[in-house]
């Protein structure tokens, strides 16, 4: 036989071997790479589970009396004191009144920041007419994990966790 005929079949194989070192180590490569990927997804989709249940939001919602329906400041009783409150777990954090047919306003100031306060109005009617006054409260509550807390008289609030 020639040497040509033995050096061959010893090339071809080595060339196969080659061939086989590359494929398995491609193969294992992908492997490692795809359990690396799964762990990663796996890792993000528990993220966003726990994010999912955490949607902070402050809501303000105004509270008020209809101005038609408004409490009568009656006449002649010197001063009177009109009140509307906030939801129990709201802060009030501002305010104002409507005041006509008659009232003079006094004061608007907001009646405790405490949860559930309110918006007060101090009023006088000294014209004899109906003195009807509509006071008005801003509220804020936290929801999804947001709490509001009230940190001194004057409606001043801060957010927290």
């Not at 590359?22 to 990927?37: H, W």
Request: hydrophobic share 40%; net charge positive; with cysteine.
């Amino acid at each position: 036989m020639r040497w040509i005929e033995r050096v061959v079949p010893v090339v071809a194989l080595a060339v196969a071997g080659v061939a086989v070192y590359i494929a398995l180590n491609a193969r294992d490569t992908a492997t490692r790479e795809r359990a690396e990927t799964n762990r990663l997804t796996a890792q993000l989709a528990e993220q966003r589970a726990r994010l999912g249940r955490f949607h902070p939001t402050l809501v303000v919602q105004q509270r008020a009396d209809d101005p038609f329906n408004a409490p009568r400041v009656k006449a002649g009783a010197g001063m009177q004191n009109v009140t509307v409150t906030c939801d129990e777990g709201a802060v009030v954090v501002g305010g104002g009144f409507n005041g006509f047919d008659g009232a003079t306003i006094l004061g608007s100031v907001p009646d405790g920041v405490r949860s559930g306060g309110g918006w007060l109005v101090n009023a006088v009617n000294e014209n004899g007419g109906r003195g009807r006054v509509a006071p008005t409260a801003v509220c804020a509550h936290g929801e999804g994990g947001l709490q509001v807390r009230s940190t001194a008289v004057g409606a001043r609030a801060t957010l927290g966790p």
